[in-house]
């Protein structure tokens, strides 16, 4: 059974700061993973996807990089802003045509002025 | 282009009732899966619909059930509401080829 852990659960940093957010994964049959954003009580924003051929993907001041041999995923924020704040989810789908996606917990992560 | 659209956005029920939560998928995704996220915790996956019919299913009982129209959106229905069932419900959209997963805002469910 695939199971996701994220660490740390929760993150507070000052505005600025260069940050990494850490996903593992217990099963390396993976087709794709994907970083999403939950600001509180509101839907999920996909912001990376990487696929399992793939070793990272960039937008903006983001960068998540995948390791499948090794079962992980760190998701980097560049120059944080206050804005930034909110819930940052890890998932990864299992099969293609299935693409059941299993998540982490979530790491809550505040950046303070 | 719309994305995912669910409503209602926020419904209030009485342990034992039933709840219908529909969802629309982003234009030209053929799939649609239901998540159930507790307070705090991530989502956890309901079940997932092709060509209208259900594809794979999670750990949830039988009360939740679901449909797929021809148009391909989506219910998911609850019976026999417990209180545990109170939770946020988001419905995403992908196309079964692979790829990734749109999300929509989610339905508030609580359960008094």
């Known amino acids: 059974k695939q199971e996701v852990t994220q660490i740390p659960a929760a993150l507070s940093v000052p505005e600025g700061e260069n940050l990494v957010l850490n996903c593992s994964f217990t099963d390396s049959a993976i087709y794709n993973l994907q970083w999403f954003r939950q600001d509180p009580g509101k839907g999920l924003t996909s912001l990376l996807l990487i696929q399992s051929s793939q070793r990272e993907q960039t937008s903006g001041r983001l960068n998540a990089s995948l390791d499948k041999s090794s079962g992980r995923s760190t998701l980097y924020i560049a120059a944080s802003q206050p804005g930034d704040s909110a819930t940052y989810l890890c998932?990864?789908?299992?099969?293609?045509?299935?693409?059941?996606?299993?998540f982490g917990q979530g790491t809550r992560l505040t950046i303070n002025p | 282009d719309a994305g995912v659209t669910q409503s209602p956005t926020h419904l209030i029920k009485t342990r034992g009732q039933q709840v219908t939560l529909r969802c629309s998928p982003k234009?030209?995704?053929?799939?649609v899966s239901w998540y159930q996220q507790a307070l705090g915790q991530g989502p956890q996956f309901i079940f997932q619909?092709?060509?209208?019919?259900?594809?794979q299913r999670g750990n949830f009982p039988d009360r939740f059930s679901g449909h797929q129209f021809p148009n391909y959106s989506s219910e998911l229905n609850v019976n026999a509401l417990l209180l545990g069932d109170s939770a946020l419900y988001l419905c995403?959209?992908?196309?079964?080829?692979?790829?990734?997963?749109?999300f929509g805002s989610g339905t508030r469910l609580t359960v008094v």
């Open positions: 619909y092709y060509e209208e019919e259900e594809r």
């Open positions: 234009s030209g995704h053929d799939t």
């Open positions: 995403a959209s992908s196309t079964w080829k692979g790829g990734g997963y749109t």
């Open positions: 998932a990864v789908s299992e099969l293609r045509g299935a693409q059941k996606l299993v």
